[in-house]
């Protein structure tokens, strides 16, 4: 692996995804808890596929979200990484920055630390100008973790997720941004 595809903080790592992650990772996207604030859980074919998607990311844009790991403590915690929207919004095109991670490796601030990496990534080797995050409104933690980031709201960016149906308690989203340094 080169450079790009291997960031670590020390006490983070980010790498590509091996075979053995998919079903860690599949039991985490059936968790009810770590998808609250999606539309549903994934199946292991939904998860299988989403991984799919994140590698082919990697072969067409260079960037992805990475599968995250502690050393000496877990070969897999989630993912963190950047991705590409892939809805029509003001805001979009985008880059976002986002994570996903296993309940019990919450609260050890893991995702602002690897989200650091993947910040620095896209700021430094990739150049991008802006990086964005985005949730449902009601997710707080993951709203915790864009403030850590140093990230910014505007309220007047927040917006209705157009995959999300009318009506549904996840459709609106708020909007946080991060310009390069």
Do not use: K
Not at 70 to 78: K, M, N, Q, S, Y
Not at 136 to 142: D, K, M, Y
Request: negative net charge; aromatic residues 10%.
């Amino acid at each position: 692996m080169s450079a790009f595809e291997t960031l670590s903080s020390g006490r983070v790592l980010l790498r590509r995804w091996r075979d053995a992650d998919r079903e860690a990772f599949a039991a985490m996207n059936a968790d009810v808890r770590v998808m609250e604030f999606f539309r549903s859980p994934l199946s292991r074919a939904e998860s299988d596929a989403l991984v799919d998607r994140i590698e082919a990311s990697f072969s067409e844009r260079g960037f992805g979200q990475w599968a995250v790991e502690v050393p000496g403590v877990a070969d897999f915690i989630g993912f963190t990484g950047l991705s590409v929207a892939r809805f029509s919004a003001p805001f979009t095109p985008c880059v976002e920055v986002g994570w996903r991670l296993a309940v019990e490796h919450w609260g050890h601030g893991y995702a602002t630390e690897a989200a650091r990496l993947a910040l620095g990534h896209g700021f430094g080797h990739l150049a991008l100008p802006e990086i964005v995050s985005f949730t449902s409104a009601t997710n707080l933690r993951s709203r915790a973790v864009m403030e850590r980031l140093a990230m910014r709201r505007d309220p007047a960016d927040d917006f209705d997720h157009p995959s999300i149906a009318e009506g549904h308690p996840l459709r609106r989203h708020v909007l946080y941004r991060l310009s390069a340094p």
